[in-house]
């Protein structure tokens, strides 16, 4: 890459600065702090302090219930990511199909990526509402005696469903426009070649909509570790009880609610480790998809 | 199987299309439902709430509701009324998005066009913070913003989301698109790098710009573990974060407030989804292009 | 009327502030809905009995988010004169020397004469150090006691139990036979931990409760809880008790409902109840207690929360903080937030005054909070004093909810909340190491 147009010497500089004083302050400060807070145990009002060395990261792995976490985390982000791809995609190809009412269904499709976590988790606590919501109460008339905060796999279900929800919109406009980006020469001679509409997704539409599904793996990753904190936070009603919960919210529960400043901290960096693979990983994709694509 | 051709009749195609119809109804009923029952919940007196639940009637008490949610408020103070939150999500909104663009063109138009010693350097340490998000951070940058003294002030809810590079690489990634002639002609015309940045650049990212405004403003005004750590003065509160103080009133042991809550919830995400389906087009192009 | 009133004072001080030299001091508490506005009521009245002072309180949602945002504060030199602190958090806060001015010192040092013999039993040494010095002020007290519907009773024919015994052979059959789900409860770790220890004089940690020392070991692995929770598991079964989650109001709506014949809350919960207009009469009485455990069953441990002055503050706040707990404790002013809330009166000038008043005549489930925290004291009822005791809460809860839900044993949950609760409280004694 030979852009590179202009020689000055301060103004990139002077460009620059705001941008990385920000991120000096706001981002690489706090990942060194608590780092350095990981290895202490500190009085929550800041009186006093112990170094304890790796003792917080170890009772981290020795701890079930941090364990139980990880693997709601894990289990529940395969869910949401397999679900709502899913979903999206079945959507996405029939709605590039129809030719009445195309924009119509586009815009109803997607219009729920607005919505703040949080307000479709309050949607949830009605919708699964032990005395009267409607879901509940369905799934009661099927034989599921469903209670949301009192069988574990129940409330994990509603957050999944939530999630899901939430999650659907990004992944209906990604598959859509990758559909819609198919020239039509190609559709044409999959056309003749094949006339079984299924065949033909498997063989023609499917390959070509990979790159973009695999973009949209990762993408739903960090959505389900990340941004469905409003949800969870909203379903369990700040109450942690038995209810499941995802790492995220862990190092909320014990930083903030709990003030485990340095129980919390180790968390912090686990978690940072995870993101910097998943980053490092993706990065590896983003730029081949730019020499390739 | 390949070479077997499959015709279909016409009523075959006929039920082929009505079945795609249906997913498609169904699909969009399943996205809307939940809020249309918010809405039949506003119209409801409370007591009937919190007897049957949602319901198909619908009552007379949409005003009420709404005069409710937007302009009675708890607490001593009186400040956090609908209208004094919706106020405060509009600012975290578009300061939110305001930031990240200027911020992010600035940066990514130094690392695009000029030539810099350091220039690998000065990208690792902006795009390092692309998947890092503040949740995994939250406990330390949240001492950083009160050693600071900016709890409960709108610099301490809004600059610490800019410090991760969405905007950044985004726009690294456009301005990478630009044909170089235009950069060759506009050298040749003798404009500096100012000039060129003002009367070239920003011109040529026009529709980028808005779509990048569209998805991060909503990003910004959906904005929640943040608002609710660094907030706790009630007329800093957002829309959003002040969902929180709605479940907890739903909890508590008066009767419970379903019409102002949900009254709440709407006016909370309506703002987001009309930008977003008003401005479809742009916004739909600057989230898939973002991804390239 | 509490609107109007507020109103009102907003412009009455408005005016005032045109006035010369007020002293303006700030009050952070958790104190949501009806609770709230009794609480911004009492703030009126106290700026609206004299001139001096004026104080502004401020919501800060839930008890623990309250007390994270003064802990917050404090760490940033921006902290409120006053900080509503809840049981759970009173270890951090009082373990934090020089975080808080002793009320007793703060009172005595402005000319408020202090005994803590004004208090009522129940309530003088939760919130005090191991001199039984008082260190917070308590605010909203209450106990857990039993609600039940009358209603129901009748029909079952029978009365409310005085033990547990009682309930599992006579009280919950009757019930289930009447149609009723016998009972349902709101805070296990409030009622079926620490009461129970304190319903029956057991040791709940070692050091005297944890007053008197950082190494304290928790007690939680008991073979009398142990008992209990079986059979609480085993109600739970048969159909005699009923768990609908960890959320407070999850476990009280069924009562209020008349699904659930008898509901375990908090004495404070007695003014919610009575405003809700229930299609039904209700009473209340004493938690009950296991004869084959004792005979003697003590008083209980207060619930809720105290108000704690916060430290690096001048010395002019000191005083209209101590002016303000003053007015706070004052008999009138305890009677009316008594009567509101359900608390109970924390002095017993205030109990007094509400009994000579015939309040208890009127309505005697009022009183059963009080008269519970008045039993006989024991070895153990005066507290209990553990550090990061909001995480070890958690631990309860979510071991509870898990016997409950048939995911583990009651000797498995038990021992894993020993374990727990023993590294949280060893993690504590290293934050307070100098």
């Known amino acids: 890459m030979k852009r590179a147009a202009f020689t000055n010497r301060w103004l990139p500089i002077l460009l620059l600065v705001p941008q990385i004083s920000i991120i000096g302050i706001f981002f690489y400060w706090p990942a060194i702090h608590a780092l350095r807070s990981s290895f202490y145990l500190q009085d929550p009002f800041g009186f006093s302090e112990t170094f304890v060395g790796f003792s917080n990261y170890a009772s981290l792995f020795n701890s079930p219930a941090y364990g139980r976490a990880a693997i709601f985390t894990v289990c529940f982000t395969l869910l949401v990511t397999i679900l709502s791809l899913g979903i999206a995609l079945l959507l996405a190809v029939k709605a590039d199909k129809v030719v009445r009412g195309a924009k119509t269904y586009r815009t109803l499709l997607m219009w729920v990526y607005a919505v703040a976590p949080p307000v479709a988790g309050v949607m949830g606590l009605i919708l699964f509402n032990q005395s009267w919501g409607p879901i509940a109460d369905l799934f009661k008339s099927l034989g599921w005696d469903f209670a949301l905060g009192v069988h574990y796999y129940d409330t994990a279900f509603a957050m999944v469903l939530i999630s899901v929800w939430k999650q659907i919109p990004v992944n209906f406009i990604f598959f859509l426009s990758g559909l819609q980006s198919i020239p039509k020469s190609v559709r044409e001679a999959a056309m003749i070649d094949n006339r079984s509409t299924a065949g033909r997704f498997w063989d023609v539409t499917f390959p070509l909509l990979a790159p973009t599904g695999f973009f949209l793996l990762i993408t739903n990753i960090t959505y389900s570790l990340f941004d469905t904190f409003g949800i969870i936070d909203t379903v369990v009603k700040g109450e942690p009880g038995n209810n499941p919960m995802t790492l995220v919210y862990k190092v909320y529960v014990d930083g903030f609610r709990g003030n485990d400043l340095g129980g919390s901290s180790a968390q912090s960096v686990v978690l940072m480790v995870l993101v910097l693979a998943m980053t490092v990983f993706q990065f590896r994709l983003v730029e081949r998809r730019i020499h390739y694509t | 199987m390949k070479s077997e051709i499959k015709t279909y009749t016409r009523p075959q195609i006929k039920l082929l299309l009505i079945f795609d119809h249906g997913v498609l109804i169904l699909g969009a009923a399943f996205m809307i439902l939940p809020v249309l029952m918010l809405l039949q919940m506003t119209t409801m007196p409370d007591l009937f709430n919190m007897k049957t639940g949602p319901s198909l009637a619908i009552g007379d008490q949409l005003d009420d509701n709404f005069r409710k949610a937007m302009f009675e408020a708890d607490g001593f103070s009186g400040a956090n009324t609908g209208v004094r939150m919706l106020w405060n999500s509009m600012i975290l909104g578009l300061g939110f998005a305001a930031g990240k663009i200027v911020l992010g063109m600035m940066a990514a138009y130094a690392i695009v066009y000029f030539r810099m010693r350091f220039a690998t350097f000065a990208f690792w340490i902006i795009f390092t913070t692309l998947l890092l998000p503040l949740e995994v951070r939250i406990l330390p940058s949240y001492e950083i913003v009160q050693h600071l003294g900016m709890l409960n002030t709108y610099q301490g809810l809004i600059i610490p989301l800019i410090a991760s590079a969405t905007a950044t690489f985004f726009f690294r990634q456009y301005f990478r698109s630009i044909p170089e002639e235009l950069i060759e002609a506009a050298r040749i015309d003798g404009a500096g790098p100012f000039k060129f940045f003002v009367d070239i650049l920003v011109p040529l990212s026009q529709t980028m710009i808005a779509a990048m405004f569209i998805i991060m403003f909503v990003y910004g005004w959906n904005q929640y573990l943040w608002p609710t750590m660094i907030t706790t003065d009630e007329d800093m509160f957002t829309l959003v974060r002040g969902i929180k103080q709605i479940t907890q009133s739903l909890e508590g042991t008066s009767l419970p407030e379903y019409g102002r809550a949900n009254m709440l919830a709407l006016v909370a995400i309506l703002p987001p989804v009309l930008i977003v389906i008003f401005f479809q087009s742009w916004f739909v192009k600057g989230l898939t292009e973002s991804d390239k | ?434």
């Open chain 3, 1 to 434: 009327m509490t609107r109007v009133s507020i109103l009102s004072a907003a412009a009455l001080s408005m005016m005032a502030s045109g006035v010369a030299a007020q002293t303006e001091i700030t009050w952070w508490h958790a104190m949501g809905g009806a609770l709230g506005e009794t609480v911004n009521q009492i703030a009126t009245d106290f700026n609206a009995s004299q001139s001096e002072y004026q104080i502004t309180p401020a919501f800060k949602g839930t008890y623990e988010e309250a007390l994270t945002a003064g802990i917050a504060a404090f760490r940033a030199g921006e902290q409120p004169n006053i900080l509503q602190v809840f049981d759970a958090g009173a270890a951090t806060v009082i373990g934090a020397r020089g975080a808080t001015i002793p009320v007793q010192d703060l009172l005595t040092a402005n000319g408020v004469e202090f005994d803590i013999n004004d208090y009522i039993s129940g309530v003088r040494y939760f919130y005090a150090d191991s001199d039984d010095k008082m260190i917070g002020m308590p605010f909203n007290s209450s106990s857990p006691i039993m609600y039940y519907n009358l209603q129901a009773m009748e029909a079952a024919g029978v009365e409310a139990p005085k033990t547990w015994e009682e309930f599992e052979a006579v009280t919950a059959p009757a019930l289930v036979e009447a149609g009723y789900t016998p009972l349902a409860q709101s805070h296990s770790p409030w009622i079926f931990a620490e009461n129970f220890m304190s319903r029956h004089d057991l040791p709940f940690a070692t050091n005297d409760n944890g007053y008197t020392g950082t190494d304290t070991q928790i007690l939680i692995n008991s073979p009398e809880i142990k008992m209990h929770w079986s059979h609480v598991k085993s109600w739970l079964d048969s159909g005699y008790y009923a768990w609908f989650g960890a959320g407070w109001g999850d476990n009280q709506t069924p009562f209020e409902e008349g699904k659930v014949a008898i509901w375990l809350g908090s004495s404070g919960s007695f003014g919610g109840l009575s405003k809700l207009d229930l299609p039904f009469e209700f009473s209340a009485t004493y938690l009950p207690y296991w004869e084959a455990v004792t005979t003697t069953p003590t008083q209980t441990f207060i619930g809720g929360a105290s108000l704690f002055a916060m430290s690096g503050k001048s010395d002019d706040e000191n005083k209209a903080t101590a002016a303000f707990f003053e007015f706070l404790t004052s008999p009138e002013v305890q009677y009316m937030w008594h009567q509101e809330t359900g608390y109970v009166p924390i002095t017993i000038a205030a109990y007094e005054m509400a009994q000579a008043d015939g309040y208890y005549d009127r309505a005697p489930a009022a009183e059963v909070g009080i008269k519970q925290l008045s039993l006989p004291a024991g070895e153990n009822t005066k507290g209990y004093r553990m550090g990061f005791y909001v995480q070890i809460r958690d631990v309860m809860n979510r071991e509870f909810g898990r016997i409950l839900g048939g995911e583990t044993s009651v000797d498995d949950a038990f021992s894993a909340m020993e374990r727990e609760g023993n590294e949280l409280l060893a993690k504590f004694a290293l934050t307070q190491a100098q």
